[in-house]
């Protein structure tokens, strides 16, 4: 399993604006609060070969799930891994945000099958894809869960919007969303949005719009 690693100015203005006109001028595929747009075939392969280099390994060519999305919203703890696609590689990368700036938290606990999606404290959501379940990761069979309590500050820093019950075992950082960085790492650690401590609505967060995009790691 890959280390996680954000590389920061790893693409410059010019394409930071390109991948920005590929997302406004692409149709949306899910009209929803997350406006996601799908990439291109060539726009997959060009990320793959600036990735390469940055992780020492070979990626696969072609799409294997991921899109360009806009959202004001922080997304739940899930994981992406889909076993159909063998895709264990997330590149996400920033492009534009508006204050106040979230962070991607990547928690050191795997979940090794298919993606879900935990409800935590809430209704179990209806999701088709990163499937919703019930309940918090430490009621599952995660890997590396801890047996300790959330660090009291990194509950308060960014996940605040969830019980700290509901975060037992889990470990972590969060990464900020910050354009032209890319943030590499194995998407069967589980991961979700920061959240901000002192906003009205936990939920929300300073617009972001950015890519992410899944790979298979070759060698
Ligand atoms: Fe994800």
């Given at each position: 399993m890959i280390n996680t690693v954000q590389v920061v100015d790893s693409i410059n203005l010019e394409l930071i604006n390109e991948l920005l006109n590929e997302y406004h001028s692409g149709s949306l595929v899910e009209n929803n609060h997350m406006n996601k747009v799908l990439p291109r075939e060539e726009t997959v392969n060009l990320i793959a070969e600036i990735v390469e280099p940055m992780i020492g390994r070979k990626l696969s060519r072609g799409y294997r799930g991921g899109n360009f999305y806009k959202h004001i919203w922080s997304y739940d703890l899930h994981t992406d891994y889909k076993t159909w696609l063998d895709n264990t590689l997330n590149v996400v990368i920033p492009l534009e945000f508006v204050e106040p700036q979230a962070s991607l938290v990547i928690f050191d606990q795997v979940w090794e099958l298919d993606s879900v999606t935990w409800s935590m404290n809430r209704p179990v959501p209806y999701l088709t894809f990163n499937i919703g379940v019930k309940?918090?990761?430490?009621?599952?069979?995660?890997?590396?869960?801890?047996?300790q309590d959330v660090d009291d500050k990194f509950h308060q820093t960014h996940l605040s919007r969830f019980p700290k019950e509901c975060c037992f075992g889990l470990s972590g950082e969060a990464y900020l969303?910050?354009?032209?960085s890319m943030i590499i790492f194995d998407n069967r650690r589980i991961h979700c949005t920061s959240n901000l401590?002192?906003?009205?609505?936990?939920?929300k967060i300073g617009q972001k719009t950015g890519l992410s995009l899944r790979y298979k790691v070759l060698d």
């Open positions: 309940g918090c990761p430490y009621e599952y069979p995660v890997k590396n869960l801890t047996a969303f910050q354009p032209g401590p002192d906003t009205l609505d936990p939920w």
